[in-house]
């Protein structure tokens, strides 16, 4: 994936779009409860895509059991399907992901994950659409 066509909609069109709680997940950096949440503890094989725009984020072969809740991968499925940002929320500094292609909120990024990356994408479930392979 070389560079991601941009999506740009209105609040209003996102809010018709994605409904209430997809909404508060990707577009005002929500977050769901750990352990109740769809994708968490799923193992079967596919692709987990944003679901705001459809973009491919993450294969479920990078996906791995962090024990907090939440769908946790090592790695995106390309380095161009997000993008980081500062996140100052809350009293914390951590490392906001979003969809490259549509700015949607999907989680966060901690340096605490296994080998070989290294890395942990905490990501919503409901920040996502899953596609079996």
Known sequence: MASVAKVVKSEEEWKRLLGPERYRILRQDGTEPA???????????GTYVCGGCGNPLFSSDDKFDS??????????????????????????????????RCGG????????????????YCMNSGAMDFHPR
């Open 105 to 120: 909120h999907l989680g966060h990024v901690f340096d605490d994950g296994p080998r070989p990356t290294g890395k942990r």
């Open 67 to 100: 024990g907090t809740g939440w769908p946790s991968f090592i790695v995106p499925i390309d380095k161009n399907a997000v993008t980081e940002r500062s996140d100052r929320s809350y009293g914390m500094v951590r490392t906001a992901v979003e969809c490259a």
């Open 35 to 45: 352990f109740h949440n769809q994708y968490w503890n799923n193992h079967e094989p």
